[in-house]
């Protein structure tokens, strides 16, 4: 396994204990983390524990799928890089109540989501005829 996807796979891993550290918080002491609590874990499972492990084990299996190389290693890697720039910027934005973080790191982890649709269309495209 390619060490990026393996990043993928730990990373979401974290991401996953620390979604399930903030619900307990939030249960058992309501008020004790601020802003808003529910979208950011919310987006922590989804876009980090989720979405991660998605990343991670799509980007090692498709192209074995596929028999295709990878179409790009370099689009992959930045995936990774915004990927965890946009997510922990949209986490401080909802500890803050920062609207404009959560939409820098939104529009920063959505740009990794494009980066990952046109990496994986274009591994996984046909060589011949549609069948």
Do not use: C, D
């Not at 299996?61 to 890089?81: C, D, T």
């Amino acid at each position: 396994m390619h060490k990026r996807n393996r990043w993928f796979v730990t990373i979401s891993l974290i991401y996953g204990l620390l979604g399930g550290l903030v619900a307990l918080t939030q249960l058992i002491a309501p008020g004790l983390i601020p802003g808003n609590v529910a979208r950011m874990h919310g987006h922590i499972m989804l876009l980090g524990f989720i979405l991660m492990m998605i990343y991670g084990v799509a980007l090692h299996v498709l192209p074995r799928f596929s028999g295709n190389a990878l179409y790009s290693e370099r689009m992959a890697n930045w995936q990774l890089y915004l990927a965890n720039t946009g997510l922990p910027l949209m986490i401080v934005g909802w500890l803050t109540l920062l609207n404009w973080l959560v939409l820098a790191g939104g529009a920063i982890a959505y740009s990794a989501i494009v980066l990952f649709s046109v990496n994986m269309l274009f591994t996984v495209k046909p060589n011949g005829p549609w069948r």
